[in-house]
C-alpha cells in the first residue's frame, strides 16, 4: 500500500483536491485498506455536538491490516528491532509473521480471562516488544486500550484506571531507565489500592524483581501466553467502535481520556506515517518517543504497522550509558527516518560534537522533530550534525487529540525553514482566528490555530464526559475545532507553531495543565494556595514553575519544605512533572474577584524584578514586589 505523495508539486493539487471534495479524497485513501464489511457513508459531522462519523457502516479490524495482510508476503521482514536499555544485552528482532502470532496468544489469553470487546485494558509497561503485543492484541479482541506512560506515579495511574473503569491492567515487575530501575509493579500495587474494577494484573519479568504476587489476581506474561493458540480471529469493529483512550492535561482538572476511534485513526496514522516521513520499502524508520504518549501510539505502533515498515525499538534513554547512544543506534540498524523530540536535541546539544563525530550517521533521509517549538540554534544544529546538510527535517505539528501529524514538511518534498512546521497535510483544513473568531486570510498574521473540517483521526470524545469534549474543544470557536496553540503563518503560507495560548505547560514535550500540578501540590499539609506557571527553560522548553503559600512561615524557605513540596507533585503525578522551582510566597496577586493574576507571575518567574505594568487594581498590589524581591 503506497500512499505517498512523489513531489512538492503534486502535494499542492492533492491538497487543493482534498479540500475541495474531501469525502472523494478520503475514500479513496480508505479503498486502499481491507475492509471485513464496506462503509455506507464516507462522513458525517457537526462541531456543535460535536458528531462525527466517518466511514460509518464499514467494518474492519486494525490489527488485520497491521499484520494479517503483510503474512504473504512480508511475513519474515522484521517489524521491530527491538534495542535494550543496556548494550550489552542481548537485542531482539521481531517479525510480521512472530509477531502475529505472538499478538494471538496474548489475545486468547486476554479473551481467558474474560475481556471481551469494548472492555477497558491499562498498559502501564516498559519500551519491550510485549508491550507492542498487547497493545495490538487488546485491538485484536476489540478491547480499548488505555496506555499510561510508566514515569507516572501510583496516584496518576489510580485515575487512569478509575476513570476508564479498567478490568485488567498489563505491567512489568520494573522497568530500566538508564542506570536506574523503576518498580512498576509494587506501583501498580499501590494504584489498585484505590481501584475496584480491576480483576487481573498480568506482570511481565523485565528486571528480575521477582516482585510479590496477589494470588488469584496477578498473573505471569509468559506463563499466562504459553500455552495459547497462536491464531486468533480479528473480532469485527464498526469503523467509529473506539480503538483506545489516552489521557491528556487541559487548563482545568484533571486529565482527560481522549478516544479515538478504529477506522478513521488506522487511515490517517497510516497515510501521515507515510508521506511526512516518505518511507520507502526497505527504510528503517525510528521514533524515539515512548509508547505511553500519542507519539508511540501513532508512529510506533499503528502508522509503521500499517505500512508494512521496519522500526526500531529502544528501551532506554538517549544520554544511557552516554551522549551517543541514538547515534550509535542509527547507525546500527542503518536509520533511515529518525524522529525525536527537540528537548533530546537540546540536551544532545549540550554534550558537544564529539559524540556525534564519532557516528557515521550517513543512513539517515529524513529527520523529525515533535512535541513542542523546536528553537533555531537547535533546528541548525540538528540540520547540520545531525542530519549531514543533507536530510529534510520535518518539524510536525500535531496532538493528542488529532491523532496524527496535521501541519509538516514532507520528507525531501516540501521547501524548509527552521522553527516553522510548514503546510497542513491533505485533507487538513488549517485556519488562523483572531480573537473575535474571525478567520485571518492574510499571511504574515499571527492568530489562533484552529481547524474547520474534520479529519479521519479527530478525537470522537472525552472518555465517560462528551460535553467536556465539546466545551474543550468545540466551544471557544463555533464551528471549530481549537487547537490550544497560537501560530502565524509567513508570507509564503507556511506555519509556524508559537505555543499554547491556554494554560497548559509543555515540559520536555511533556504536557501538563497547571491546574493539575496545582492540584498535587494542594495536597501538601504545609500547602495554603499555589499557582503554577512555565518559564523558558534552555533544554526543556518550558521549566515548572511553582509560587506556593505555605502554612508554617517560620521556617518557610527551608530546603524541607520545598523537597515536601516536590514531593507531593511526584507523588500526585510523578517525577516528569516535578517543579523547577518552588518560591514560598506570602501571598498570589489578585484581582478583586480573586482571579490569580498569572500574567505576572509569569513575568516574575522570567526573571522581571519592577516591570509589571499597571497593578493598581489588584486585590493585594504589595504582594507583587515581595514576590519579586524574593525570587
Ligand atoms: O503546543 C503544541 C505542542 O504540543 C501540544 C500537543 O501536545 P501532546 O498532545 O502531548 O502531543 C505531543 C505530540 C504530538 C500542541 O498543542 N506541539 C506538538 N508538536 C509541536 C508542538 N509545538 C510546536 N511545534 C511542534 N512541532
Redesign the pocket.
Same mark, same amino acid.
Not at 369 to 374: A, F, L, R
Not at 395 to 401: G, K, S
Given at each position: 500500500m503506497d500512499l505517498r505523495i512523489k513531489s512538492f508539486e503534486d502535494y499542492k493539487q492533492i491538497y487543493n483536491e482534498s479540500v475541495q471534495d474531501p469525502e472523494k479524497f478520503w475514500s479513496n485513501v480508505a479503498d486502499q485498506f481491507h475492509w471485513k464489511k464496506s462503509w455506507d457513508k464516507v462522513l458525517e459531522w457537526n462541531f456543535a455536538e460535536p458528531f462525527i462519523k466517518w466511514f460509518n457502516g464499514g467494518q474492519l479490524n486494525i490489527t488485520e491490516n497491521m499484520l494479517d495482510v503483510h503474512l504473504d508476503n512480508s511475513g519474515d521482514k522484521i517489524a521491530f528491532y527491538w534495542e535494550p536499555n543496556d548494550p550489552e544485552a542481548h537485542d531482539t528482532n521481531i517479525t510480521y509473521k512472530d509477531l502475529y502470532h505472538k499478538v494471538c496468544k496474548a489475545a486468547n489469553a486476554l479473551k481467558s480471562l474474560g475481556i471481551k470487546k469494548g472492555d477497558r485494558v491499562c498498559i502501564y509497561m516498559p519500551m519491550t516488544l510485549e508491550a507492542i503485543v498487547s497493545i495490538i492484541a487488546c485491538a485484536r479482541i476489540g478491547a480499548v486500550h488505555s496506555i499510561v506512560f510508566a514515569g507516572f506515579s501510583s496516584n496518576a495511574l489510580a485515575d487512569r484506571i478509575n476513570d476508564a473503569s479498567a478490568k485488567l491492567v498489563i505491567t512489568a515487575d520494573g522497568l530500566h531507565r538508564g542506570s536506574k530501575q523503576v518498580p512498576l509493579k509494587e506501583m501498580t500495587d499501590i494504584a489498585l489500592l484505590n481501584c475496584t474494577s480491576v480483576e487481573h494484573v498480568i506482570v511481565l519479568d523485565c528486571i528480575h524483581s521477582k516482585p510479590e504476587m496477589k494470588e488469584g489476581r496477578d498473573l505471569d506474561y509468559h506463563t499466562l501466553i504459553a500455552n495459547m493458540h497462536n491464531e486468533c480471529e480479528a473480532e469485527t469493529m464498526e469503523s467509529e467502535d473506539p480503538l483506545f483512550i489516552l489521557y491528556?492535561s487541559g487548563s482545568t482538572g484533571k486529565p482527560k481520556g481522549v478516544v479515538h476511534s478504529c477506522a478513521g485513526f488506522m487511515i490517517y496514522t497510516a497515510y501521515s506515517f507515510q508521506n511526512v516521513f516518505q518511507y520507502e520499502e526497505g527504510d528503517v524508520f525510528w521514533c524515539t518517543a515512548d509508547i505511553g504518549? $500519542?507519539?508511540g501510539h501513532s508512529y510506533i505502533v499503528y502508522g509503521p504497522l500499517l505500512s508494512g515498515a521496519s522500526s526500531v525499538l529502544f528501551e532506554g534513554v538517549p544520554t544511557y550509558p552516554d551522549a551517543s547512544r541514538f547515534w550509535q543506534i542509527c547507525d546500527k540498524y542503518k536509520v533511515n527516518q529518525f524522529y525525536t523530540a527537540p528537548t533530546a536535541i537540546r540536551a544532545l546539544m549540550a554534550h558537544g560534537l564529539d559524540y556525534v563525530n564519532n557516528c557515521n550517521l550517513n543512513s539517515l533521509k529524513v529527520i523529525g522533530?515533535? @512535541?513542542?517549538? $523546536?528553537n533555531e540554534e537547535a533546528w541548525n544544529w540538528y540540520y547540520k550534525n545531525i542530519g549531514k546538510n543533507n536530510c529534510s527535517i520535518v518539524?510536525?505539528?500535531?496532538?493528542?487529540?488529532t491523532g496524527g501529524i496535521m501541519l509538516s514538511g514532507l520528507g525531501n518534498l516540501s521547501p524548509m525553514k527552521p522553527t516553522h512546521?510548514g503546510y497542513p497535510l491533505p485533507g487538513i483544513q488549517a485556519v488562523l482566528l483572531d480573537e473575535e473568531g474571525s478567520e485571518i486570510t492574510k499571511n504574515e498574521k499571527e492568530g489562533l490555530l484552529c481547524i474547520k473540517f474534520p479529519w479521519p483521526s479527530i478525537i470522537r470524545t472525552t472518555y465517560g464526559d462528551h460535553e467536556r469534549c465539546r466545551i474543550t474543544y468545540f466551544s471557544d470557536y463555533k464551528n471549530y475545532y481549537f487547537? @490550544?496553540?497560537g501560530a502565524k503563518r509567513d508570507k509564503d503560507g507556511m506555519y509556524r $507553531?508559537i @505555543?499554547?495560548v491556554d494554560d497548559v505547560i509543555?515540559v520536555s @514535550?511533556h504536557?501538563f495543565g497547571t491546574a493539575e500540578i496545582e492540584d498535587a501540590i494542594n495536597t501538601n499539609k504545609y500547602a495554603i494556595e499555589s499557582a503554577v506557571v512555565g518559564f523558558p527553560h534552555a533544554i526543556k522548553g518550558q521549566g515548572i514553575y511553582a509560587f506556593v503559600v505555605s502554612e508554617s512561615d517560620g521556617s518557610a524557605d527551608s530546603d524541607e519544605l520545598v523537597e515536601s513540596i516536590m514531593g507531593s507533585v511526584i507523588e500526585g503525578i510523578g517525577k516528569i512533572a516535578k517543579p523547577d522551582k518552588v518560591l514560598i510566597v506570602p501571598g498570589l496577586p489578585k484581582t478583586r474577584s480573586g482571579k490569580i493574576m498569572r500574567r505576572i507571575l509569569r513575568k516574575i518567574a522570567e526573571g522581571e524584578k519592577s516591570e509589571f505594568g499597571d497593578i493598581s487594581t489588584l486585590l493585594n498590589p504589595d504582594v507583587v514586589k515581595a514576590i519579586a524581591d524574593k525570587a
Open positions: 491528556t504518549w $500519542i507519539t522533530s515533535v @512535541g513542542e517549538p $523546536i518539524d510536525t505539528w500535531w496532538q493528542t487529540e512546521a487547537t @490550544g496553540d $507553531i @505555543g499554547r509543555n @514535550g504536557r
